[in-house]
């Protein structure tokens, strides 16, 4: 038999979308309140919100007329025709908030516009709302929450301690407020302040209280310029490559000031810190997102933590290029505080990916530059990093981070400019398992791209007939390349797993012991690289030691 559900039970079922811990109540009330254009809003908070929640804010207030709706289901003052969900331009919209709130608590909502000499009360449980009455009040809203999930028992038991519960408040309110710096947040536990962000429009000093202080000072600011093609505006904070975290939950993102979380953004800033951050490992910061209302429909799901973008893959380049032309710039700029002398740049003659530069002689003035600022080479230690120095400092480089990342970049170039490659007097023949020959032909496209011409010959047979012009007789680590790209990593693209792991396998190696020519040239050409500091599997290409450093070492200050 089908039947229709009554109001109440078609109000639990609706609020367990919506209203799904504490957190939840405080997201809906504190979007409210900016909504209504406060400039101050304090949370309040009992027994980690379970006995009650409390929020008050300056904003416009409710009128008694519209008061009287508030507590029903589908009443809403954002929207009055289907058309206005074509652009949506207030966090809440729905009319579901606190209706929801409602059916699983007692609320009650003091309200006082600013024309009005008196306040306006409104409470109610379920589907029970009393009559208005008149009361004391400041402009603004005060809307309190009692007894959560009271009715819902099973709700309730699902609940964890007050001090988690709090926590999960405490973060969200404190992210959500990184993109209103110009209102003033207060939070309350069981009576006492716990924090105050006063109202300042510095995001800064709301990034400091969201990340740490020793985390927001390896926050690199996104160029204006790096977002030039961007249909809106893009800005926010990115975290300095090596300054990463273990997961995601520190990656914010706010698109017209609303917190969310987007698979498609997500994916852009991991696609923006490729071969800048180690595989396994996360950036973190805050990206704000300003797009034209009709661009973004909020309408997916209740909770209202997730859009639908209209261009969704040209937002998704944009952010991308914007992150990963801000960090070369900063790789850039790093790489000259560190070493000194002239800024990086790419006015370098191609690179060869093979054996270290043999068929090049350095000029004199490349191996002793300490008077100038730039690098001189000192030795080799471990037969794996090459120690140098500017004069002022003493700069310790990995050999191989180093090759790897000129030779990555030289990949990069000849796909785009599809220099020819050089073909083998003898071809190599290589023989598979069955493992190794289901990766390569996976692969063989994206190989022959960066320069690596490999043909089928026979089953689980290879032959590779040329490398990339330059290579010589270098030994090619085929099967340590196999085992790279057998393993699954979704940071990365398909094409720029294959041409790292390429550039990783035919260059130099720990080990191996370097000419001083060879040391010198590598340098050199290091400098030419877009990223300098890392190779393009993530790793730091050099450290510096400065004269403080030193110091410190020798118990000096």
Not at 194 to 213: A, E, H
Not at 404 to 415: D, G, K, L, S
Request: charged share 20%; glycine share 8%.
């Amino acid at each position: 038999m089908i039947r229709l559900l009554d109001p109440q039970t078609v109000g639990q079922i609706a609020a367990g979308e919506i209203i799904e811990r504490p957190a939840s109540v405080v997201k809906e009330l504190v979007e409210n309140a900016v909504d209504a254009g406060a400039h101050r809003i304090v949370v309040a908070i009992d027994a980690g919100g379970l006995d009650a929640i409390e929020v008050i804010d300056d904003g416009a207030g409710i009128l008694p007329e519209d008061l009287e709706l508030a507590l029903l289901r589908h009443a809403t003052s954002k929207l009055s025709a289907a058309c206005d969900l074509e652009s949506v331009a207030t966090l809440g919209f729905r009319g579901e908030g606190l209706a929801s709130i409602a059916a699983v608590a007692r609320v009650e909502i003091i309200s006082r516009v600013a024309h009005a000499q008196i306040g306006t009360r409104v409470a109610g449980h379920a589907e029970s709302i009393e009559p208005l009455g008149p009361v004391a009040a400041p402009i603004g809203t005060r809307v309190r929450v009692e007894a959560l999930f009271e009715n819902v028992p099973v709700r309730r038991e699902y609940m964890r301690g007050s001090a988690a519960e709090f926590n999960r408040i405490s973060g969200w309110l404190s992210t959500f407020a990184l993109a209103y710096p110009q209102i003033t947040f207060v939070l309350r536990h069981d009576g006492r302040d716990v924090w105050t962000l006063p109202s300042s429009g510095d995001v800064q000093q709301r990034l400091t209280m969201v990340f740490g202080k020793a985390a927001t000072d390896g926050l690199i600011p996104i160029g204006a310029d790096a977002v030039a093609t961007l249909p809106g505006r893009l800005s926010g904070y990115v975290s300095a490559p090596g300054s990463d975290r273990p997961d995601r939950r520190m990656q914010v993102l706010f698109v017209n000031g609303r917190l969310l979380r987007s698979g498609v953004l997500a994916g852009a800033w991991s696609a923006g810190y490729s071969t800048f951050a180690m595989l396994g490992r996360h950036p973190y910061g805050v990206l704000f997102l300003e797009l034209p209302a009709e661009h973004v429909d909020p309408n997916v799901h209740p909770t209202k933590t997730d859009v639908r973008l209209r261009y969704a893959n040209q937002v998704f380049e944009a952010v991308r290029n914007a992150i990963s032309t801000t960090l070369h710039g900063h790789a850039v700029r790093r790489f000259g505080d560190r070493v000194g002398g002239d800024t990086p740049g790419r006015t370098q003659a191609p690179v060869t990916v093979s054996a270290l530069f043999p068929e090049m002689s350095v000029p004199p003035s490349a191996v002793d530059r300490t008077r100038d600022g730039r690098l001189r080479v000192l030795e080799q230690i471990a037969a794996t990093y090459i120690l140098a120095t500017d004069g002022q400092a003493l700069v310790l480089v990995d050999q191989h981070a180093a090759h790897e990342r000129v030779a990555y970049e030289q990949i990069v170039a000849r796909a785009k400019t599809k220099t020819a490659n050089e073909p083998l007097l003898v071809p190599l023949v290589l023989e598979l398992s069955p493992q190794q020959s289901r990766v390569l032909d996976g692969m063989l496209e994206f190989l022959r791209e960066g320069g690596l011409q490999i043909e089928p010959f026979g089953e689980r047979s290879y032959r590779l007939v040329a490398t990339p012009a330059g290579y010589g007789a270098r030994p090619f680590d085929m099967a340590g390349l196999l085992a790279d790209l057998a393993g699954e990593a979704p940071q990365r693209s398909v094409r720029e797993r294959v041409w790292a792991s390429l550039a990783c396998h035919s260059v130099t190696v720990a080990g191996e012991r370097l000419e001083f020519e060879e040391m010198s040239t590598l340098l050199e050409r290091l400098q030419r690289c877009e990223n300098p500091m890392h190779c393009p599997h993530g790793r730091p290409t050099l450290v510096r030691f400065g004269a403080d450093e030193l110091a410190r070492f020798f118990k000096r200050i």
